[in-house]
């Protein structure tokens, strides 16, 4: 029997699983997290700040580069970590990147009674990709409008079909405090999934889809985009799914060390490394997936060491 979650009982969790897991991750050291890499998973580290954004946006640039008329492509980019966003495009103003045939796809967003939130509402991700980056974009260097892949209730078909049209490259995120890449969060512990959680080869059938968050997820979003204000995050996103992901040449994920702790971004990395996929952690699903890479900034790595403050 599976143990219930410490933090929602009612749903499936990284403290759903065996203590053996959660103590060998406890334990990494710096060296040990470089000691991850293996065939089809990178692991790096950036010194600064500035470092690691950079080589995020450059991400987005070599994607675009790539991109021609007769082979579109481009990148899928999140929205946390956000930083690099304008460094985007400064670079592209400063290089005349022209990105006609480039293609850009957001990786979610929220979902609220029953529909799409509006670009106009502050925490709306697509505003935050114009805002942050298209819009400061010169005009003439600018991707067309039909290229950029904005997750929508009404356009899920599409958007999907989207990854077979065009060639997505690079699928960039972050990692949230309950192990998601894009909203792929842990399911309820309910129906036939009251004893374990859906099988690594179940949850990867899952593309763009709507999805009702965990509670960890809801109060991080509070937390890093809403001032703490629980109530006004919604419950319910759109996202794009493994399915979407499995067709993404690589899978790039960047640990800045404020959007998840020290513990989870051990868990994952060794998790993926020795390859356990458990959907009570999304993340660890990619352990199957041929082509990804961690990227930590150092400063961020922190120790699980209990320590009072």
């Given at each position: 029997m599976?143990?219930?979650?410490?933090?929602?009982?009612?749903?499936?969790?990284?403290?759903?699983?065996?203590?053996?897991?959660?103590?060998?991750?406890?334990?990494?050291?710096?060296?040990?997290?470089?000691?991850?890499?293996?065939p089809?998973?990178?692991?790096?580290?950036?010194?600064?700040?500035?470092?690691?954004?950079?080589?995020?946006?450059?991400?987005?640039?070599?994607s675009?580069?790539?991109?021609?008329?007769?082979?579109?492509?481009?990148?899928?980019?999140p929205?946390?970590?956000?930083?690099?966003?304008?460094?985007?495009?400064?670079?592209?103003?400063?290089?005349?990147?022209?990105?006609?045939?480039?293609?850009?796809w957001?990786?979610?967003?929220?979902?609220?009674?029953?529909?799409?939130m509006s670009?106009?509402n502050?925490?709306?991700?697509?505003?935050?990709?114009?805002?942050?980056?298209?819009?400061?974009?010169?005009?003439?260097?600018?991707?067309?409008?039909?290229?950029?892949?904005?997750?929508?209730?009404?356009?899920?078909?599409?958007?999907?079909?989207?990854?077979?049209?065009?060639?997505?490259?690079?699928?960039?995120?972050?990692?949230?405090e309950?192990?998601?890449?894009?909203?792929?969060?842990?399911?309820?512990?309910?129906?036939?999934?009251?004893?374990?959680?859906?099988?690594?080869?179940?949850?990867?059938?899952?593309?763009?889809?709507?999805?009702?968050?965990?509670?960890?997820?809801?109060?991080?979003?509070?937390?890093?985009?809403?001032?703490?204000?629980?109530?006004?995050?919604?419950?319910?996103?759109?996202?794009?799914?493994?399915?979407?992901?499995?067709?993404?040449?690589?899978?790039?994920?960047?640990?800045?060390?404020?959007?998840?702790?020290?513990?989870?971004?051990?868990?994952?990395?060794?998790?993926?490394?020795?390859?356990?996929?458990?959907?009570?952690?999304?993340?660890?699903?990619?352990?199957?997936?041929?082509?990804?890479?961690?990227?930590?900034?150092?400063?961020?790595?922190?120790?699980?060491?209990?320590?009072?403050?």
């Amino acid at each position: 029997m599976r143990l219930v979650s410490k933090v929602a009982p009612g749903w499936w969790d990284y403290t759903t699983l065996d203590d053996e897991i959660l103590n060998d991750a406890a334990k990494l050291t710096e060296v040990d997290l470089a000691g991850l890499s293996r065939p089809g998973f990178k692991v790096s580290f950036y010194d600064t700040r500035e470092e690691l954004f950079a080589a995020e946006a450059m991400e987005y640039i070599t994607s675009w580069m790539k991109a021609t008329m007769s082979e579109p492509a481009g990148i899928c980019g999140p929205i946390g970590p956000t930083e690099q966003l304008p460094l985007v495009a400064r670079i592209v103003n400063d290089l005349e990147l022209n990105l006609k045939n480039a293609h850009f796809w957001g990786m979610d967003e929220w979902y609220v009674d029953g529909k799409t939130m509006s670009p106009d509402n502050p925490l709306s991700f697509a505003k935050a990709d114009m805002d942050l980056c298209f819009l400061k974009i010169d005009k003439h260097l600018r991707m067309p409008e039909e290229n950029i892949h904005f997750l929508n209730h009404e356009n899920i078909e599409e958007y999907t079909a989207s990854y077979d049209k065009y060639k997505c490259l690079v699928m960039q995120g972050g990692q949230g405090e309950v192990k998601h890449w894009a909203f792929n969060d842990p399911p309820k512990r309910e129906g036939e999934y009251i004893d374990n959680p859906p099988s690594p080869a179940e949850f990867r059938k899952q593309s763009a889809r709507v999805v009702e968050l965990h509670p960890m997820t809801i109060i991080q979003n509070a937390r890093t985009s809403g001032g703490g204000v629980v109530s006004k995050i919604p419950s319910k996103t759109l996202t794009v799914g493994p399915v979407e992901t499995w067709k993404s040449e690589k899978v790039s994920i960047w640990h800045t060390g404020w959007h998840d702790n020290p513990f989870g971004i051990r868990l994952t990395s060794f998790m993926i490394s020795k390859k356990i996929p458990d959907s009570s952690v999304p993340m660890s699903l990619l352990a199957d997936h041929p082509n990804v890479h961690f990227h930590f900034l150092r400063t961020g790595i922190g120790t699980c060491e209990a320590e009072m403050h």
